[in-house]
């Protein structure tokens, strides 16, 4: 490889040791909700909208980051591997013929936190770093 | 070929026709099958393409459990025809199907299988599609139908134009040369039109080719009928050569002969001189002979010879025959002896002139080839049954006989037995080819046995219808001539002028002699003559076209005085055509050399006698003694010619010629020592000096013989001084006789 060729390798390789993207993703539920911990399997059929309900029958609120957000991305990447654009492109098929609403989306990890905190049947994700104990963190998806 | 001719257009017509029948079955066959496959091919191409890009929608359907996906999917598949049903189901056990009839069974349906779209690799279910393959084949034949007609129809289109285009361009020339050619007769000069358009291609070049073919076929016609003109020209060049020979060669020969025959009336001959001149005439006829048999020959091979049927004296016939050669046997002391049969008729119905041709022939040879013994002539009668009796007659001879292997060749012409034989014989080779042919032409056989060494016997058969005794000539009395004619002799040889002026003078008349046909219109233009005899063939004028000019009047410078006067052909030409052409000429008779006195004699009889008629005045001969009659007419029996010498005198003038020959062969032989020539030399002079009873020279001959063959040479060297004056005692008395 030229060196000129790895120069934007090496700046990427720069931002993650920089620590942006080092933080863990955490899912969170309501305190109240019975639900403890869930697998990364769980959660994607969930967010993918395969399953309506937690284990235990309850129904859910998914809760999304922003559409482009990098929490977003890294979350799914971490979680079932999925890229925005495969993911986006699922849920534009389920949403178009299968006339199924995609989950909706807050403006950030706060919003989500504070929509956790609120409802009991939400799910949603955020950074680790902007969790606190008024929810519960069913899922930790580390680096 | 005319009946049953096809045209090349109706040929080109039914094998295009029957071509394009088979190529169109073929071709479609071929075309609708890969057009079906290819079509069935496209559908399931078309079907996977299809899955391809519903594939997504599916997994996605049964990744979410979502009906709507799927039925929005199945309503997207069915729409198209060949589709019958679809259906989806995931691992899990979510289905969803939809079709287009009721209980379809996917079992055989085509399936395709469904991912998730979170693991590409993880597979969560399936697709099932069943298609309508009666839909699918329909719709292949139809794409292959429809393909394949456009195919024929090209096809159809492409030959109807292929087929114009060649008619026009080829069909069309090709049949408007067949028709002019056809049109052409050969020989009429006719040639192939060539169109300006086809002038360089080949239809051009074949017109043209065609009227070089002509052409050459014209110019071939023109040579084979100019070869055939030539040939036939060429073959009447033969016959006319042939004539002219015969008549170059035998006007001088019968003018030696007359000459000679002349000369032998001299009554103060030396006997020497007579014996030398008889010779003359021997030679003379054996020559005459020869060129008679060859053109006897040429007559028998042209089919010209035609028999005579009179009564002759056939034993009498085959005496005189044998007669002739008694001399010559006589001569080389052999013995010819002829014994006929007491039944062979007296007198028979025939050719005798042949006959006597062919006993001539045969004799002669057995005489030739035979130095010892004798040659005897049989001849005996055989009854053949219903009346009908053959004579056979048979040469034998003890003479040198001939070769197995030369015997079946013996009767071709120009074949001797052997070339040797030829040389030391001589002969043409013609004779016994004669023979055969006219033995074979009076109804005959000819056949020959032969032991070489011991000699030969030749025997001929031939049909005998007995005949009555002939009227027996009369024998006229050659009176002399009442009156004088003044005759006019157109004959360019001089020796024949000579002949004819002295019989004619002999017989009284007054004789002028012209030398051309042109001479003899000038002729009688100037003087009266009571007769004109005409050489048939002379130099300047032929004597048929003074005849012609004569009968016509003249020319009118030379008028003749009387154009019907007699005018007689006298011609060694004795062919029936010839003898045609002259009296066709306008001439009263042919007579032929050699002159015959009698003929001539009679003729001149006959001439006195029309011109008496006629009323002409012509002068009377004085009248002779008999006597002096017998001598002009009758030369055998004048005096002049001495008697008719003995067989002895004859045998023994023959040996006195010979000796100065045996003389000096003798001495030849001594001189190489060749006993056995000497031998034989000495062994003949005895033989001769026995038969002629001269006992001295026979002994001293046999003394000498035996001193050669005991090969003592000093001997008879001594002794030959003895042998010298011997022989020519033999000659002195016979000087002294005469």
Redesign the interface.
């Known amino acids: 490889m030229k060196p000129d060729c790895l120069r934007p390798m090496f700046a990427a390789w720069l931002c993650v040791a920089a620590g942006v993207v080092r933080a863990d993703i955490v899912v969170i539920t309501n305190l109240d909700n019975p639900v403890q911990a869930l697998t990364a399997r769980q959660v994607s059929d969930l967010f993918l909208g395969r399953t309506r309900t937690f284990p235990g029958g309850a129904g859910t609120l998914i809760l999304e980051q922003p559409r482009q957000a990098h929490t977003r991305e890294e979350f799914f990447r971490r979680l079932n591997g999925m890229n925005l654009k495969q993911l986006n492109a699922y849920w534009a098929r389920l949403q178009f013929s299968g006339e199924v609403q995609p989950p909706a989306q807050l403006e950030d990890n706060a919003a989500v936190l504070a929509g956790v905190r609120k409802n009991t049947a939400a799910i949603g994700y955020v950074d680790s770093s902007a969790v606190d104990t008024s929810v519960r963190v069913v899922l930790r998806l580390k680096e | 070929m005319k009946g049953k001719r096809i045209s090349l257009e109706r040929r080109l017509v039914s094998y295009v026709g029957v071509g394009w029948l088979l190529f169109s079955v073929i071709a479609g066959a071929v075309s609708y099958r890969l057009a079906y496959q290819n079509q069935f091919a496209a559908e399931q191409a078309f079907q996977q393409q299809l899955l391809r890009t519903v594939q ?2 599916a997994e ?2 049964v ?4 009906t ?2 799927a039925e ?2 199945f309503e997207g598949l069915l729409t198209n025809p060949t589709v019958l049903g679809a259906r989806i189901a995931s691992n899990e056990g979510y289905v969803e199907e939809q079709g287009k009839r009721p209980q379809l069974d996917f079992s055989k349906a085509a399936s395709y299988p469904l991912y998730s ?3 590409g690799k993880q597979k969560i279910g399936a697709i099932f599609l069943l298609q309508d393959d009666a839909q699918i084949a329909s719709l292949a034949a139809r794409t292959a139908f429809s393909l394949t007609a456009w195919l024929l129809l090209q096809i159809v289109i492409g030959t109807v134009l292929l087929f114009a285009v060649s008619r026009a361009v080829m069909g069309r020339p090709i049949a408007a040369l067949a028709a002019a050619v056809s049109a052409i007769r050969p020989g009429s000069g006719q040639r192939v039109p060539v169109k300006e358009m086809h002038s360089d291609d080949e239809i051009g070049l074949l017109s043209h080719q065609t009227n070089a073919l002509i052409e050459a076929a014209e110019a071939a016609m023109a040579e084979s009928e100019r070869a055939k003109q030539v040939a036939e020209g060429s073959n009447q060049a033969k016959g006319d050569f042939l004539a002219l020979m015969s008549h170059e060669i035998r006007t001088p020969l019968s003018a030696v002969i007359g000459i000679l025959d002349l000369a032998l009336r001299d009554e103060t001959l030396l006997a020497r001189t007579r014996e030398q001149i008889e010779h003359g005439t021997i030679n003379a006829r054996s020559l005459l002979k020869i060129i008679n048999d060859l053109l006897d020959f040429s007559k028998i091979e042209g089919g010209k010879l035609s028999l005579e049927a009179i009564d002759f004296a056939l034993v009498q016939c085959i005496e005189e025959a044998a007669d002739v050669f008694q001399h010559g046997a006589a001569r080389k002391t052999l013995r010819l002896q002829v014994d006929i049969a007491a039944e062979v008729p007296a007198f028979a119905h025939g050719d005798p002139t042949r006959l006597r041709q062919v006993l001539i022939n045969l004799i002669g040879n057995a005489l030739k080839f035979t130095e010892e013994g004798e040659v005897v002539v049989t001849a005996s009668m055989r009854e053949l049954g219903r009346g009908r009796r053959e004579m056979e007659v048979a040469i034998r001879d003890t003479g040198v006989g001939i070769a197995a292997e030369a015997l079946p060749r013996l009767f071709n012409k120009f074949e001797q037995s052997d070339t040797s034989m030829a040389r030391r014989f001589g002969g043409t080779g013609l004779g016994l080819a004669i023979c055969r042919q006219l033995v074979e032409l009076m109804g005959g056989r000819i056949w020959v046995a032969s032991t070489l060494g011991e000699g030969t016997t030749f025997r001929f058969t031939m049909p005998v219808l007995e005949g009555s005794r002939p009227t027996p000539p009369v024998l006229e009395e050659r009176l002399q001539h009442s009156h004088c004619l003044h005759i006019l002799v157109a004959e360019d040889f001089v020796t024949n002028q000579i002949i004819i002026r002295s019989l004619l003078e002999d017989m009284g008349h007054v004789v002028q002699v012209v030398d051309n046909g042109f001479q003899a219109i000038e002729a009688v233009a100037e003087n009266d003559y009571d007769l004109v005899l005409m050489d048939g063939r002379m130099p300047e004028m032929d004597g048929i076209t003074a005849t012609r000019i004569i009968r016509a009047g003249g020319p009118s410078e030379y008028a003749a005085r009387e154009p019907g006067l007699p005018i007689v052909a006298l011609t060694a030409n004795v062919g029936e055509a010839d003898h045609r052409r002259y009296m066709a000429a306008g001439m009263n008779e042919v007579m032929t050399k050699p002159v015959d006195e009698l003929a001539l004699h009679r003729l001149l009889e006959r001439i006195i006698t029309a011109r008496l008629t006629l009323g002409v005045q012509l002068i009377p001969q004085a009248v002779y003694s008999e006597r002096e009659l017998d001598l002009q007419f009758d030369v055998q029996a004048s005096p002049a010619s001495g008697l008719p010498p003995t067989l002895t005198e004859l045998a023994r003038q023959a040996f006195v010629g010979e000796i100065p020959a045996r003389q000096a062969e003798l001495l030849a032989a001594m001189g190489e020592q060749d006993a056995d020539r000497a031998g034989r030399l000495l062994h003949s002079l005895r033989g001769g000096a026995a038969q002629l009873g001269m006992d001295a020279l026979r002994d001293t001959c046999a003394e000498l013989e035996a001193y050669a063959d005991a090969k003592r040479w000093e001997r008879l060297e001594a002794a030959l001084p003895r042998l010298d004056a011997l022989l020519k005692m033999t000659r002195e008395p016979i000087r002294t006789d005469s």
């Open positions: 997504a929608q996605v359907a990744f979410a459990r979502n709507k996906i929005d999917l779209p979170v693991d």
